[in-house]
């Protein structure tokens, strides 16, 4: 999992806030938002694995791990839960949900730079 891993995110969201700045939309509102995210794992100790996620407008920690069979796995940042399934050595499928203001259903296919 050690690398950079970037993508554009596919995301449903309800309000605002931290990855999701949009200020002229209601905390009910429902919107669509694509924002490119970097994810830097820099630290594994076997099957587990951390560093930070960032996006324009926020950056904070993941912890991860994979699972048993190695195709995939969970991650966890500050308010939310990702789990990635691996396409390839560089690829993954990564979709998140966040259940706090915002409210967050994202998706995204991720590379390794």
């Not at 966890?76 to 259903?105: E, L, R, W």
Request: contains cysteine.
């Amino acid at each position: 999992m050690l690398g950079t891993w970037k993508g554009i995110t596919n995301s449903t969201v309800i309000g605002t806030g931290t990855h999701h700045l949009l200020p002229n939309k209601k905390d009910t509102e429902i919107h669509v938002t694509h924002i490119p995210l970097t994810i830097v794992f820099d630290h594994q100790v076997g099957m587990n694995f951390w560093g930070t996620q960032s996006t324009a407008s926020y950056k904070e920690v993941a912890i991860g791990a994979l699972s048993s069979d190695l195709q995939g796995g969970v991650m966890v940042d500050s308010d939310g839960i990702t789990y990635f399934k691996i396409v390839d050595p560089n690829t993954i499928q990564y979709c998140y949900a966040q259940m706090q203001k915002p409210k967050v259903a994202s998706c995204a296919e991720l590379k390794r730079q």
